[in-house]
T-cell receptor
Framework: NAGVTQTPKFQVLKTGQSMTLQCAQDMNHEYMSWYRQDPGMGLRLIHYSVGAGITDQGEVPNGYNVSRSTTEDFPLRLLSAAPSQTSVYFC????????????FGNGTRLTVT | GEDVEQSLFLSVREGDSSVINCTYTDSSSTYLYWYKQEPGAGLQLLTYIFSNMDMKQDQRLTVLLNKKDKHLSLRIADTQTGDSAIYFCAETNAGNNRKLIWGLGTSLAVNP
């Protein structure tokens, strides 16, 4: 089973460049989310979606866009990368019920120079 | 806002028990989770407990919940070097649209 697949694994961008981090899940999960993980800051929620066509902001949404055109995919877009966006990004998905655990991808390590 | 706190580091000897502690502030908490993160990987669910339970046991893992003190612990029996990882505590409540509140993680080092 593939689970949650994130691509790429590593990326280096220059300030001002744009890119899309891809996330796909094959578990028919309604809920999908993006987190960033920084030393000393833990996991912070960027954006989330409770179903196709529905997205909402998390704690730290500025500088990021998302869309959810299908149940399977939840791409994260950086429109104009900044050094402050250097981080490890995790996509996670689950069923919508509250006791359904989050399944995480293996992360994308992004460096913005 | 709601908060989850964990100690940042724990070091144990192989074969000993490890106890990782977590405190939270959300009095409406419904589910509490323990996740494990190995180097270079995503987080993996270890176990979770519903807020009306006191204890949950799963092989080497024992979760204890003191709801009055808002204290959660994870005990790993017979700790092995493969248990070296970062352990995250997280909680959610029924009213927050599946938003989890995360601790900063406890880095467990297992020494041979």
């Amino acid at each position: 089973n593939a689970g949650v697949t994130q691509t790429p694994k590593f990326q280096v961008l220059k300030t001002g460049q744009s890119m899309t981090l891809q996330c796909a899940q094959d578990m028919n999960h309604e809920y999908m989310s993006w987190y960033r993980q920084d030393p000393g800051m833990g996991l912070r929620l960027i954006h989330y979606s409770v179903g196709a066509g529905i997205t909402d902001q998390g704690e730290v949404p500025n500088g990021y866009n998302v869309s959810r055109s299908t149940t399977e995919d939840f791409p994260l877009r950086l429109l104009s990368a900044a050094p402050s966006q250097t981080s490890v990004y995790f996509c996670a998905s689950s069923y919508i019920s509250h006791n359904s655990p989050l399944h995480f991808g293996n992360g994308t390590r992004l460096t913005v120079t | 806002g709601e908060d989850v706190e964990q100690s940042l580091f724990l070091s144990v000897r192989e074969g000993d028990s490890s106890v990782i502690n977590c405190t939270y502030t959300d009095s409406s908490s419904t589910y509490l989770y323990w996740y494990k993160q190995e180097p270079g990987a995503g987080l993996q669910l270890l176990t979770y407990i519903f807020s009306n339970m006191d204890m949950k046991q799963d092989q080497r893992l024992t979760v204890l919940l003191n709801k009055k003190d808002k204290h959660l612990s994870l005990r790993i029996a017979d700790t092995q070097t493969g248990d070296s990882a970062i352990y995250f505590c997280a909680e959610t409540n029924a009213g927050n649209n599946r938003k989890l509140i995360w601790g900063l993680g406890t880095s467990l080092a297992v020494n041979p």
